[in-house]
């Protein structure tokens, strides 16, 4: 397991949290239930899936929540572009929100390359290790 809260990449989707918290909470309160429920929830689910993935006992998990993330993060760059379109935020506020959700999954897909990496280099072991019981046993046998 790994402490989430070591991670950049915890940290900085955290404060994204922040910026969308913040910003939202200037949106009409007609969105109540709507945008603004829906950009909170993804900008959540990013950093809650690091941290879960974290939490788990194996590389294969932790690769599996980093996707969700990934795939939450875009939901947010959507859901910011809405915000501007929709005149929510200012174009100031949309371009400073983007380029940190895109350094973010930027960052999130090199760990995963990184996750992804060490699960195979740990299966490959594994495999050889397989290999070398059976060749042992083999020769043992057949003395």
């Known amino acids: 397991m790994i402490n989430f809260k070591t991670l950049q990449i915890w940290e900085r989707s955290h404060k994204i949290v922040l910026k969308v918290y913040a910003l939202t909470n200037s949106f009409p309160n007609t969105e109540n ?35 969700i993330a990934m795939g939450s993060s875009a939901e947010l760059e959507y859901q910011n572009i809405l915000s ?30 990184k996750v992804n990496k060490r699960k195979r280099t740990r299966k490959n072991l594994l495999l050889s290790l397989s290999f070398l019981i059976i060749i042992s046993t083999f020769l043992y046998i057949y003395k």
Do not use: H
């Open 84 to 113: 501007k379109d929709l005149g929510y935020i200012s174009e100031n506020d949309f371009n400073q929100l983007n380029q940190e959700i895109v350094e973010v999954r930027k960052m999130m897909n090199s760990f995963l390359d």
């Open 33 to 67: 239930f709507g945008l603004t429920s829906q950009i909170r929830r993804s900008a959540v689910s990013v950093p809650s899936n690091i941290a879960e993935g974290c939490g788990r006992n194996s590389d294969g998990e932790l690769s599996r929540f980093v996707t």
